[in-house]
């Protein structure tokens, strides 16, 4: 009986000290050999070489490193901190096969330009620059101006003009916030007379019943030369 005992005890500590073997290889051929080292580094979604290598630098990871001192989470911070405000996104994965590690990046895209400034807002309403390689992308000078005194007021513009028709987007130049609840937008201005129409609009409430009033205005004769329109009443809207 106590020779079964035993042999059992035994066999109990061989197979702690073989897992414990396993987990002390693995901790060594992971943190001091270069058998599981970085061999390669990709950057998706950057656009260009230019910032691919802003990007690398900035992640500081380099060929040769061990794969398992490379933190993700660390390197995400580093982007937090730093100008790079227009990457919505930044994922960071390691391939211990291959030894890659993967830099995905998720830009913002602007919907709306602020007014008198370089910077954007995306459809979440927040701010960003983009960098100089980006500043002619296709599209910019199609976005609409906002205008907006505070960070609630621009994400509200933002919010508001992602509720109109598409239609009636394509009309708009800017988009003013005096408040979260008061916007103003204006317009290219009708095909007979080519002026600019301001529209005071109010909240966002009946947005489609204020679109309507606003189409039939403007296609009335004696409104041709009209520089504002008040819809803030839509049951009593005027013109000027």
Known sequence: MEIKKLSKRVKQELSIGALLLVIATGAYLLGWTNLLTVKEISVTGSPNT?????ILNLAGVNK??????IEPRSINSKFESTSF???KSIKISRNWFSGTVSINLATRYPVARLNGSD????S???RFALPAEFSTFKGQNDLVLIS???????????????????????ELTGLSASSSANFQVTIKGNAKGGKQLRINWGSASDTALKVKIYK????????SKISSMDLSDPNSPTVK
Do not use: Y
Request: aromatic fraction near 10%.
């Open 124 to 126: 979440e309403g927040v």
């Open 148 to 170: 907006a005194t505070s960070p609630n007021n621009q994400r509200a513009a933002v919010q508001f003009f992602s509720t109109l028709p598409p239609e009636f987007k394509r």
């Open 216 to 223: 039939a205005l403007i296609a009335l004769p004696e409104n």
């Open 119 to 122: 910077e954007f807002l995306d």
């Open 50 to 54: 230019t910032i691919t290598t802003q």
């Open 85 to 87: 405000n227009w990457i």
């Open 64 to 69: 040769g490193e061990k794969l398992a001192r």
